[in-house]
């Protein structure tokens, strides 16, 4: 078996002969096989021996490619403020080879910064695309983080049970407006 810088080489080369691609595609290294899995060379029945990986990273190399749709993971942060803006960030820093992403402003966000960052213009700015909830509700391989996001959810809408609703408060006794002051202002030892 080939391995190595050589055997990525040879993965990654569009004129490798399909014998090699066979042998490099049943390769131990995840990276070899990613790199066949992104050569446009590849055979469709290597490719579709490839779409049967379980591998992050091989599975991201054919998303890439635009041979392997609608299995991704996809991860939606819906909201408003900095704290969309910052979990975003960290989704497309770190996730964004192995997720779908998408997000879902509040109805209220004009795109503009103020005190506050527009989650609406970041996620404009770095080409997410935007999702709405009738195509949210549809997904079965969905991660829905709500960040400050204002609608009130039907959940039982949803075909995922990964939804997760970040609030500053303990819920439903501090809900609505100042919901990290409301336990300080009346003096709670354990508000949350």
């Known amino acids: 078996m080939l391995i190595g810088k050589y055997a990525f080489m040879?993965?990654?080369?569009?004129?490798?002969?399909?014998?090699?691609?066979?042998?490099?595609?049943?390769?131990?290294d995840v990276e070899i096989r990613a790199a066949i899995a992104y050569n446009k060379s590849t055979p469709e029945n290597i490719l579709?021996?490839?779409?049967?990986?379980?591998?992050?990273?091989?599975r991201a190399a054919l998303r890439k490619r635009g041979v392997l749709v609608g299995d991704a993971l996809t991860v939606c942060i819906a909201?408003?403020?900095n704290i969309a803006v910052n979990g975003l960030k960290h989704?497309?820093?770190?996730?964004s080879e192995e997720f779908n992403i998408c997000y879902l402003p509040n109805p209220s966000d004009d795109g503009i910064d103020t005190w506050q960052l527009s989650f609406l213009k970041f996620a404009n700015?770095?080409?997410?695309?935007?999702?709405?909830?009738?195509?949210?509700?549809l997904l079965e391989n969905l991660i829905f983080i709500s960040l400050e996001y204002s609608e009130i959810l039907k959940t039982k809408k949803f075909k995922t049970h990964q939804l997760y609703n970040i609030h500053f408060s303990l819920l439903p006794k501090y809900k609505g407006m100042y919901t990290s002051a409301l336990p300080i202002f009346l003096a709670k030892k354990n508000p949350v």
């Open 10 to 28: 040879l993965a990654s080369d569009p004129d490798t002969d399909l014998k090699t691609l066979v042998e490099l595609s049943k390769s131990p």
């Open 125 to 137: 700015e770095h080409n997410i695309p935007r999702a709405s909830l009738e195509e949210l509700y």
């Open 79 to 81: 909201g408003k403020n």
């Open 48 to 58: 579709n021996q490839l779409r049967k990986d379980s591998s992050n990273l091989v």
């Open 91 to 95: 989704i497309i820093d770190n996730y």
